[in-house]
């Protein structure tokens, strides 16, 4: 089975910064992988997927990269509705998700 | 637009049984592949079960194999999973999602999207 870890597991940020989240794969995954955001009490909600395209609706100031077991999420300012939990998930092998990291108000 | 909503959690006796339902619009719902996914209470993401457009392929997380059973019924736009011999562990919200892919290249990515609002599963005597 494919494990995935993210760093940091939990991150404190003020508006306007910039922020980046890793995420590993334990073997490579190519680009197979997607990035969802969730806010507490609703359902984790799509961003990124195939690694760097982002998903239609979702603001331009989400990227990802990355591709074989390294993957980047960078939001490049970040906005009060950005606060929420992260998590990557690869879709090589049927689907493992990451531990997720929190992102909160400094 | 598309949505999806689950119903069917509630309390159960460990050892016990649960069906779930699904239930799908705004899309072609058998064009798509679909999925089980849970979270425990404060924890993280865990996918528990996919199934074809067609419901001829079927996949399970190893922690459910054997217990729960997915299923759907593209006539009725509608996703199933009957749990059973629930355990404490099995405690969760359990969401479904649309399974959504496209190829490029020889290869072919997919991802979950939208996912529905979710149904909490209780497993305690």
């Known amino acids: 089975d494919i494990q995935m870890t993210q760093s940091p597991s939990s991150l404190s940020a003020s508006v306007g910064d910039r922020v980046t989240i890793t995420c590993r794969a334990s073997?490579?995954?190519?680009?197979?992988l997607n990035w969802y955001q969730q806010k507490p009490g609703k359902a984790p909600k799509l961003l990124i997927y195939?690694?760097?395209s982002l998903q239609s609706g979702v603001p331009s100031r989400f990227s990802g990269s990355g591709s074989g077991t390294d993957f980047t999420l960078t939001i490049s300012s970040l906005q009060p509705e950005d606060f929420a939990t992260y998590y990557c998930q690869q879709s090589y092998s049927t689907f493992t998700f990451g531990p997720g990291t929190k992102v909160d108000i400094k | 637009q598309v949505q999806l909503v689950e119903s069917g959690g509630g309390l159960v006796k460990p050892g016990g049984s649960l069906r779930l339902s699904c239930a799908a619009s705004g899309f072609t719902f058998s064009d798509y592949y679909m999925s089980w996914i849970r979270q425990a209470p404060g924890k993280g993401l865990e996918w528990v079960s996919y199934i074809s457009s067609s419901g001829s392929t079927i996949y399970y997380a190893d922690s459910v194999k054997g217990r729960f059973t997915i299923s759907r019924d593209n006539a009725k736009n509608s996703l199933y999973l009957q749990m059973n011999s629930l355990r404490a562990e099995d405690t969760a919200v359990y969401y479904c999602a649309r399974d959504v892919g496209y190829c490029s290249g020889g290869s072919c990515y997919n991802w979950f999207d939208p996912w529905g609002q979710g149904t909490l599963v209780t497993v305690s005597s």
């Open positions: 073997q490579s995954i190519s680009s197979y």
């Open positions: 195939a690694a760097s």
